[in-house]
């Protein structure tokens, strides 16, 4: 019984730590508080697996499109764990991403408001207002 009891608390530990502790922020500060904020285009992805071939992560490469903040060119990678916190992409999308990093692995938060393009008219605008304010 107390093997079972370490096992679910083990369990309960791991999914609980993977979702949104805390409101999704406000786009604006989720702009002040990452280092970038662009459009990018998923072009490949690529899933890493441990030792006895159950996969782990997913790695995303992402042409940038447009940049509103930060340093960034090329294709990024992102980094995302196979848990229920990743931020899931299809290839061939294109996403506005808010991250921490300008150089790859970046990390994208699904508590964030990074999203499709197609279903991020209203953010973006937002967006644009606020890095027209950062010129």
Do not use: H
Not at 52 to 74: E, M, N, P, R
Not at 80 to 90: A, I
Not at 108 to 125: H, R
Request: with cysteine; hydrophobic share 35%; aromatic share 12%.
């Amino acid at each position: 019984m107390r093997n079972l009891l370490v096992i679910l608390s083990f369990f309960y530990t791991t999914c609980s730590s993977a979702v949104c502790l805390s409101d999704r922020p406000n786009v604006k500060n989720e702009y002040e508080n990452n280092e970038s904020v662009f459009v990018g285009k998923v072009v490949d992805e690529a899933y890493l697996s441990d030792d006895q071939g159950f996969y782990t992560a997913l790695l995303y490469s992402i042409k940038v499109q447009y940049i509103y903040k930060g340093k960034l060119s090329g294709i990024l990678v992102a980094f995302n764990n196979m848990d229920s916190g990743r931020f899931p992409m299809d290839v061939g999308k294109e996403y506005l991403i808010f991250t921490n990093a300008s150089y790859s692995p970046i990390i994208i938060s699904s508590c964030g408001n990074s999203k499709e393009v197609s279903n991020a008219t209203e953010t973006i605008e937002e967006v644009k207002k606020l890095a027209s304010k950062d010129v």
